[in-house]
């Protein structure tokens, strides 16, 4: 169990803090500390629960040495003593170091992969997917960037999704996405399989990222209309290349300076991500997870319509549910990849 020396300091921060709070604070120092304070709020909760629970556990054992109350003590006691496993888990779990990107939003890339006009639709699809579940959870849904093709697939979708905890949901989706179903454009009825990738990255702020004039070129570039359609073509279009890495973004909407904030939007959030997996790649060299390590090349997981499935491999995950899972019912598949990584996590933590 954690040492209660180690909570003990935990609660003393949490009341220092709590005492800069009442007693007003500088402005700026308000927000970081609001925002460690609201961190720590939920710990220290079950800190004082357990705290709690071992003084009346260590009060029903003294009273066994009194013969008037030693019948009511022997009654107390295993209830007492069952609780004390589930409280240490949930503490546990408390005190695992949080993801500083887990309360941001988050931009999520689709793309089709192979399997051509197929792997477009399914692009479709799952960004339909995405959005009904952002619906289901009280999340904004902004595309910031969309090119769709012929028959109504996805050559391209980027869209920005806020609210509470959005990241700390959505990260386990980046990876490949493979479908295995009859095409709409196979007329033989054939199972063909295709794949999609996404790609999920916490939106970065300013402050997080500093991009130098002189690390990007900006091309403006004609844009046409939804579905490819050469009207009302603008020079609206803006395409920035970061030179040292090589990322190029392109934005199209009408107003090309809201293209040029948005570009500049989902450069940041990328170098941010490469920023942030280089710094877990050096912490965690020799650490494999199994739930992946978010890598677009990675295959995460099967829809299998023929069979009305869908399998996380991560996982080992597989539910009879898939127009629900489509209908942006995600709830199960993501409480089990978090589950998954909180067990992992404190496996590491504890070895």
């Known amino acids: 169990m954690v040492p209660l020396d180690k909570l003990a300091q935990i609660v003393e921060r949490f009341e220092f803090l709590e005492a800069q709070l009442n007693a007003g604070a500088a402005p700026a120092e308000i927000a970081r500390i609001s925002r460690e304070y609201t961190e720590l709020k939920p710990v220290v909760e079950q800190i004082r629960a357990y705290r709690q629970a071992l003084a009346d556990l260590a009060e029903a054992e003294a009273m066994l040495a009194d013969p008037e109350m030693k019948a009511l003590a022997e009654e107390e006691l295993p209830r007492l003593r069952s609780r004390l496993p589930e409280m240490e888990q949930a503490l546990r779990l408390a005190l695992l170091p949080k993801d500083a990107a887990d309360a941001r939003p988050a931009i999520l890339e689709i793309r089709p992969g192979t399997g051509g006009e197929e792997a477009a639709l399914f692009a479709a699809d799952l960004a339909r997917m995405y959005q009904r579940y952002a619906e289901r959870m009280g999340w904004r849904w902004e595309v910031l960037e969309q090119q769709t093709s012929d028959l109504g697939g996805l050559k391209e979708l980027v869209a920005l999704v806020s609210g509470d905890g959005v990241y700390a949901r959505l990260k386990y989706e980046s990876g490949v996405h493979r479908v295995q179903r009859v095409p709409e454009t196979e007329a033989g009825g054939r199972i063909h399989t295709s794949a999609a990738t996404v790609a999920v990255l916490p939106e ?78 050096e912490r965690s060299a020799d650490r494999k997870s199994q739930v992946g390590t978010g890598d677009r090349s990675e295959r995460i997981r099967t829809y299998n319509f023929p069979q009305g499935r869908m399998t996380d491999h991560r996982i080992n995950l597989t539910l009879y549910a898939l127009p629900q899972i489509m209908g942006g019912d995600l709830g199960e598949v993501i409480d089990a990849l978090v589950a998954h990584d909180q067990a992992e996590r404190l496996a590491e933590m504890e070895a």
Not at 208 to 237: E, F, L, Y
């Open 204 to 281: 970065a702020e300013e402050v997080d990222i500093d991009i130098p004039a002189s690390d990007i070129r900006i091309d403006t570039m004609r844009s046409s209309g939804a579905g490819g359609q050469h009207v009302n073509t603008t020079d609206s279009a803006v395409r920035i290349t970061h030179i040292p890495t090589g990322i190029v973004v392109t934005s199209s909407e009408k107003s090309q300076h809201r293209n040029r904030e948005i570009a500049m939007q989902v450069l940041r959030s990328r170098l941010y991500e490469a920023e942030r997996e280089r710094l877990h790649a």
